[in-house]
């Protein structure tokens, strides 16, 4: 059998490529009217026809390209080395796993020349789609149609740059320096709509105003659908906290509760700069950007705050200053914050409390700054076989540190020992000395015991104060439930107390120099610290959640507390005081709670529960009773969103970002915290929104 002479294989399948296409391009324009798909492929495979010296005819075909393919596969053109698609370079249609430059039939020639290798192509779906594209290329069209498929394509390259820059902005990855880095990686993806996008020198869509546009149209968009539900609710509250950004500059998180579909809702409203923290700024602030967002100031029945004095002030506070414009605003201080008061001054009056407590934040820094010394009590650990943890700093305003940092060092009370007296020896050093010789006595594993069995009811509470959406009803039984384990804690002690003299012992046995107390060291401690500590306690949390008249008149939908018999005129009096508050019809309030509590009568639900009930299915047909549950609904309980919000900013907001705008920041912050998963967003109504702000070159 007589074989063709090798060629030899290209040495880059750029220049075949290249030369390939220049030869395309360079063809006379066709007659649309009177040549096939067929005809057109094959003029553009032509140019590339060289001729073969005669073989001999043999059982088997020789090896080499066979130019009677054509008459089946009209789009393969023979090249240097194999074989190419005429159809799939035109259009540029390479598998989606197949990077640029290296796509075989495109970027590169196919080297298995054989009649099977032109029919899998064929079967192909990105050849399916050159085909496609072929045909609509030579279809008759009009410049309509050429202006409409041109806005399509530029439309499709805007969206998946946009998809792109939502992708960083919900990852909270700084988008100026990552825009372009990532949209050339999802170039070499496969991805080539984004070359759609390059108009012209002055039109990429990669300059640093199209990115900040886009970033801001995104933004807004999220926000405008979080007013749109607001301004539908009957009411809203709102809740705000101030901090110092890493710029040094005042800010004001503002976040808003409001129903949707009957329940309530508290998502992130937007940050505003403060040129000061003064209660006429604030509130200033605060009201001029509510009328911005056209959220009428009349529709607000509750304001949140963190209790500092310049919110709370009651002559000059910026609740009092809200108050004097909208008369039936409801003040309410951060219930979080107010338990970590209580909590913290506890221990006022008790000297040796206030030292116990700095000695645990001496020994969270004593390992803090030291690598060397965190190995050797993690070595320590090992040898024991105790847990391998690390000392918890305990931060008044991190409200649940305390109680791990307590229960972490219980934990690993031992190897903290050793460890101390391990430096103290052989590095003679004297702070290591001092914290051992404090820790290691009685009383301070007797207090270490008591808090672990008092913080974790307290940081239980304070998570249940924290929740997304908790209602402020709920809070009161949740008070007065840690109340009675508290009293329960003050009449027989928690059993981590009660083992403390068995641990002080054991930890004795092992060398330590810590004393075993008596039985009436333990009672002295007894009633000199641990009963004062916990009375002291419960009495801050009694005091700093009293009974409010206004608040507790939303008792009134508790069901549970209906009689059982004729209800006469249960709850009148309070729904009548609750509507001449909020200046609701007195007449058409009462009729519709008449004609309600018949129906929640043996129902057995709390006041939040008949609320919801009510505010879900009672909208239309008794709307004035409808709108007071509301308030109930959305009376607000924390500000812990606010907190949450700050670590979002300064997550965003970092050194390297610092002279970021105030706008910016907002629709960053936006698109973190409310913006929804990337592939539930409209897109294409964020483009439109972005296209509409003003003239712009790009057609649509």
Same mark, same amino acid.
């Given at each position: 059998?007589?074989?063709?002479?090798k060629?030899?294989?290209?040495?880059?399948?750029?220049?075949?490529?290249?030369?390939f296409?220049?030869?395309?391009?360079?063809?006379?324009?066709?007659?649309?009217?009177s040549?096939s798909?067929?005809?057109?492929?094959?003029?553009v495979?032509s140019d590339?026809?060289?001729s073969?010296?005669?073989?001999?005819?043999?059982?088997?075909?020789?090896?080499?390209?066979?130019?009677s393919?054509k008459?089946?596969?009209?789009w393969?053109t023979?090249?240097?080395?194999?074989?190419?698609?005429s159809?799939c370079?035109?259009?540029m249609c390479r598998?989606?796993r197949?990077?640029i430059?290296?796509?075989?039939?495109?970027?590169?020639?196919?080297?298995w020349?054989?009649?099977d290798?032109?029919?899998r192509?064929?079967?192909?779906?990105?050849?399916?789609?050159?085909?496609?594209?072929?045909?609509?290329?030579?279809?008759p069209r009009?410049?309509v149609?050429q202006?409409?498929?041109?806005?399509?394509?530029q439309?499709?390259a805007?969206?998946?740059a946009?998809?792109?820059?939502?992708?960083l902005?919900?990852?909270?990855?700084?988008?100026?320096?990552n825009y372009l880095p990532?949209?050339d990686?999802v170039?070499?993806?496969?991805?080539s709509?984004?070359?759609?996008?390059?108009q012209?020198?002055?039109n990429?869509?990669?300059?640093q105003r199209?990115?900040?546009?886009?970033?801001?149209?995104?933004?807004?968009?999220?926000?405008?659908?979080?007013?749109?539900q607001?301004?539908?609710?009957?009411?809203?509250?709102?809740m705000?906290?101030e901090?110092?950004d890493?710029?040094?500059i005042?800010?004001?998180?503002?976040?808003i509760?409001?129903?949707?579909?009957?329940?309530?809702q508290t998502r992130f409203?937007?940050?505003l700069?403060?040129?000061?923290?003064?209660?006429e700024?604030?509130?200033?602030s605060l009201?001029?950007?509510?009328?911005e967002?056209h959220?009428p100031?009349?529709r607000?029945?509750?304001?949140?705050s963190?209790?500092?004095?310049?919110m709370v002030?009651?002559?000059n506070?910026v609740?009092?200053?809200?108050?004097k414009?909208?008369p039936h605003?409801?003040?309410?201080?951060?219930?979080?914050?107010?338990?970590?008061?209580a909590a913290?001054q506890?221990?006022?009056?008790?000297t040796?409390?206030?030292?116990?407590?700095?000695i645990?934040g001496?020994?969270?820094r004593?390992?803090a700054?030291?690598?060397v010394?965190?190995?050797?009590l993690h070595?320590i650990?090992?040898l024991?076989?105790?847990?391998?943890?690390?000392?918890?700093?305990a931060?008044?305003?991190?409200w649940?540190?305390?109680?791990k940092?307590?229960?972490?060092?219980?934990?690993?009370?031992?190897?903290?020992y050793?460890?101390?007296?391990?430096?103290?020896?052989?590095r003679?050093?004297?702070?290591?000395?001092?914290l051992?010789?404090?820790s290691? %006595?009685?009383?301070?594993?007797? =207090? +270490?015991?008591?808090?672990?069995? &008092?913080l974790?009811h @307290?940081?239980?509470?304070? /998570?249940?104060?924290?929740a997304?959406?908790?209602?402020?009803?709920?809070?009161k039984?949740l008070?007065?439930g840690t109340?009675?384990?508290?009293q329960?804690?003050?009449?027989t002690?928690?059993?981590?107390?009660q083992?403390?003299?068995?641990?002080?012992?054991?930890?004795?046995?092992?060398?330590?120099?810590?004393?075993?107390?008596?039985?009436?060291q333990v009672q002295?401690?007894?009633?000199?610290?641990?009963?004062?500590?916990v009375?002291?306690?419960?009495?801050?949390?009694e005091?700093?959640?009293?009974?409010l008249p206004?608040?507790?008149?939303?008792?009134?939908f508790?069901t549970?507390k209906?009689?059982?018999?004729?209800?006469?005129?249960?709850?009148?009096?309070?729904?009548?005081?609750?509507a001449?508050?909020? %200046?609701?019809?007195?007449?058409? =309030? +009462?009729h519709?709670w008449?004609? &309600?509590?018949g129906? @929640?009568?043996?129902?057995? /639900?709390?006041a939040?529960?008949?609320?919801?009930w009510v505010?879900?299915h009672?909208?239309n047909s008794h709307?004035?009773?409808?709108?007071?549950a509301?308030?109930?609904?959305?009376?607000?309980?924390?500000?812990?969103?606010?907190?949450?919000g700050?670590?979002?900013?300064k997550?965003i907001?970092?050194?390297?970002?610092?002279r970021m705008k105030?706008?910016?920041?907002?629709?960053?912050?936006?698109?973190?915290?409310?913006?929804?998963?990337?592939?539930?967003v409209d897109?294409?109504k964020?483009?439109d929104a972005w296209?509409?702000e003003?003239?712009?070159?790009?057609?649509?």
């Amino acid at each position: 059998m007589i074989r063709s002479k090798k060629r030899p294989f290209p040495v880059s399948g750029k220049s075949v490529i290249t030369n390939f296409l220049v030869r395309i391009n360079n063809e006379p324009s066709l007659s649309e009217s009177s040549i096939s798909e067929r005809e057109s492929v094959q003029d553009v495979a032509s140019d590339r026809e060289t001729s073969q010296p005669p073989t001999k005819r043999s059982k088997q075909r020789a090896s080499g390209f066979d130019s009677s393919w054509k008459k089946d596969f009209p789009w393969v053109t023979e090249v240097e080395g194999g074989m190419m698609c005429s159809l799939c370079i035109r259009h540029m249609c390479r598998p989606a796993r197949s990077a640029i430059g290296s796509a075989p039939w495109v970027d590169v020639p196919c080297t298995w020349i054989a009649r099977d290798s032109l029919n899998r192509h064929q079967r192909t779906e990105t050849h399916s789609q050159a085909k496609l594209l072929e045909a609509n290329r030579l279809a008759p069209r009009n410049l309509v149609g050429q202006l409409e498929e041109m806005g399509c394509l530029q439309k499709s390259a805007r969206i998946a740059a946009f998809k792109n820059l939502y992708w960083l902005m919900k990852q909270e990855v700084p988008h100026t320096t990552n825009y372009l880095p990532l949209n050339d990686l999802v170039k070499l993806q496969g991805c080539s709509i984004l070359a759609n996008m390059n108009q012209g020198q002055n039109n990429k869509g990669e300059s640093q105003r199209f990115v900040q546009e886009a970033v801001l149209a995104m933004g807004n968009i999220i926000r405008q659908d979080i007013l749109t539900q607001a301004i539908d609710s009957p009411w809203y509250t709102i809740m705000v906290d101030e901090t110092t950004d890493i710029s040094v500059i005042s800010e004001m998180t503002v976040y808003i509760r409001f129903l949707k579909d009957g329940r309530s809702q508290t998502r992130f409203l937007s940050i505003l700069p403060l040129n000061d923290c003064k209660a006429e700024t604030i509130t200033s602030s605060l009201t001029t950007h509510l009328r911005e967002l056209h959220l009428p100031l009349d529709r607000m029945c509750a304001f949140g705050s963190d209790g500092a004095p310049v919110m709370v002030g009651s002559k000059n506070g910026v609740a009092a200053q809200l108050r004097k414009l909208v008369p039936h605003l409801i003040n309410n201080h951060c219930v979080a914050h107010r338990l970590a008061l209580a909590a913290g001054q506890a221990a006022n009056g008790l000297t040796y409390m206030l030292k116990f407590k700095d000695i645990i934040g001496d020994l969270y820094r004593f390992y803090a700054k030291s690598a060397v010394r965190k190995r050797g009590l993690h070595e320590i650990q090992e040898l024991l076989q105790e847990p391998d943890l690390k000392l918890v700093e305990a931060k008044d305003v991190r409200w649940l540190s305390h109680d791990k940092a307590t229960t972490t060092l219980r934990r690993c009370l031992p190897s903290v020992y050793k460890s101390l007296e391990r430096e103290a020896e052989e590095r003679n050093d004297a702070r290591a000395a001092g914290l051992a010789k404090f820790s290691q %006595n009685y009383q301070f594993v007797l =207090t +270490l015991h008591m808090m672990c069995d &008092v913080l974790p009811h @307290l940081s239980d509470l304070s /998570k249940a104060m924290q929740a997304k959406d908790a209602i402020y009803t709920c809070i009161k039984p949740l008070v007065l439930g840690t109340l009675a384990i508290l009293q329960g804690l003050l009449n027989t002690p928690g059993e981590h107390f009660q083992a403390a003299p068995d641990r002080v012992a054991l930890l004795h046995a092992d060398g330590f120099g810590i004393t075993v107390p008596t039985e009436e060291q333990v009672q002295h401690f007894s009633d000199k610290l641990y009963r004062p500590f916990v009375q002291q306690l419960m009495s801050n949390i009694e005091e700093r959640f009293p009974d409010l008249p206004l608040l507790q008149l939303f008792e009134a939908f508790n069901t549970t507390k209906f009689p059982t018999g004729d209800m006469g005129n249960h709850g009148e009096q309070d729904i009548k005081k609750l509507a001449d508050h909020f %200046n609701l019809p007195v007449d058409a =309030t +009462l009729h519709n709670w008449r004609q &309600v509590r018949g129906s @929640l009568q043996g129902t057995e /639900k709390k006041a939040e529960e008949a609320m919801e009930w009510v505010t879900i299915h009672l909208r239309n047909s008794h709307d004035q009773l409808y709108k007071l549950a509301a308030v109930g609904l959305l009376l607000p309980t924390s500000t812990a969103d606010c907190e949450r919000g700050f670590s979002t900013m300064k997550r965003i907001k970092t050194e390297n970002r610092a002279r970021m705008k105030s706008a910016v920041l907002n629709a960053l912050m936006t698109v973190s915290i409310e913006g929804p998963d990337i592939e539930a967003v409209d897109f294409g109504k964020m483009v439109d929104a972005w296209h509409q702000e003003k003239p712009r070159r790009t057609v649509f």
